[in-house]
């Protein structure tokens, strides 16, 4: 089993809002996040939330999800990804690390990196594009405890550049892998409008 783990708690401080209600089209960010997950290879999603939680939840629909309260939000993004690593279902052999600044994933992408870990088994896997890596990140379950012991400044980064040997890289045609959208620059960049 392949479990998403969608982090989207933290406070958005750079923005000025909560990402997860950025608009996306006729969505916003979390719903096509979400959406995405839905369609493809991913067999289940946990949406981990925090800061403004209860606006988040009222606004999205995630009924379809499990819905994970991160109450530590302001220790990082890792505290995130330890709350949602704890929720995800007992066979899970593989998380797919999404964050909800980077809207631009596709269910093509995502079935790629499931592809290449039904492929290969490797412990990472990281799509590429000209060489940078880019986002979502698979990590399989031998890379849990890792990621749950991981320095709180550096997170799931840590992981990967400590298991360097361990990291499958594959070159994707979509240049969106590497697309964040982390301050109202960001979201003028690639939406053309204020956030």
Request: net charge negative.
């Amino acid at each position: 089993m392949i479990n998403a783990i969608v982090l989207a708690a933290g406070e958005s401080k750079r923005m000025g809002k909560p990402k997860a209600l950025l608009a996306f089209r006729d969505r916003t960010f979390l719903e096509q996040i979400v959406t995405v997950l839905q369609t493809s290879r991913a067999d289940g999603i946990t949406v981990v939330l925090g800061a403004q939680a209860d606006a988040i939840a009222q606004t999205v629909d995630l009924s379809d999800v499990e819905v994970v309260i991160n109450r530590d939000y302001r220790n990082g993004q890792l505290s995130s990804l330890v709350a949602g690593l704890e929720h995800v279902p007992q066979q899970t052999e593989a998380i797919l690390l999404c964050l909800v600044d980077h809207p631009f994933i596709t269910s093509e992408i995502v079935d790629q990196i499931v592809g290449e870990f039904r492929r290969t088994n490797a412990a990472i896997v990281v799509p590429t594009f000209n060489r940078r890596r880019g986002h979502p990140t698979l990590f399989g379950r031998s890379m849990f405890k890792q990621l749950i012991e991981a320095p709180a400044d550096k997170g799931a980064r840590h992981v990967v550049y400590a298991n360097e040997d361990k990291v499958l890289e594959f070159a994707v045609s979509d240049s969106n892998v590497l697309a964040g959208i982390n301050a109202a620059d960001d979201y003028r960049k690639y939406f053309g409008v204020d956030p």
